[in-house]
């Protein structure tokens, strides 16, 4: 089987920190640009950040740009998402997605995973 599972969400205070993992099995992923896309209750799924299958590239959020930082390391089939200075609009389920391009930052990627969830709150 072909799955990505999210992991690392929880409950962190307004100004914490949290890293999430996204981690590759079936496939690898040296191949594949990667995804980070967040969805609020009652919201639209919003794209959060991207990176090329190098990590050369990357792309941002206005409402996360200076916060969040994406990287890979292709060794451990794994992609990560560094999250800092934690706002309550931040809380979400954070999914992270893959398509066998060398840089994609849209919405079209084949593989999804299951998400998990953030929650930043007093």
């Known amino acids: 089987q072909l799955q990505l599972v999210e992991s690392g969400g929880g409950l962190v205070q307004p100004g914490g920190s949290l890293k999430l993992s996204c981690a590759a099995s079936g496939f690898t992923l040296d191949y594949y640009s990667v995804g980070w896309f967040r969805q609020a209750p009652g919201k639209e799924r919003e794209g959060v950040s991207c990176?090329?299958?190098?990590?050369?590239?990357?792309n941002y959020a206005d409402s996360v740009k200076g916060r969040f930082t994406i990287s890979r390391d292709n060794a451990k089939n794994t992609v990560y998402l560094q999250m800092n200075s934690l706002k309550p609009e931040d809380t979400a389920v954070y999914y992270c997605?893959?398509?066998?391009?060398?840089?994609?930052?849209?919405?079209?990627?084949?593989?999804w995973g299951q998400g998990t969830q953030v929650t930043v709150s007093s």
């Open positions: 997605a893959a398509v066998q391009l060398s840089y994609h930052c849209g919405n079209e990627y084949d593989y």
């Open positions: 990176i090329s299958s190098s990590g050369g590239n990357t």
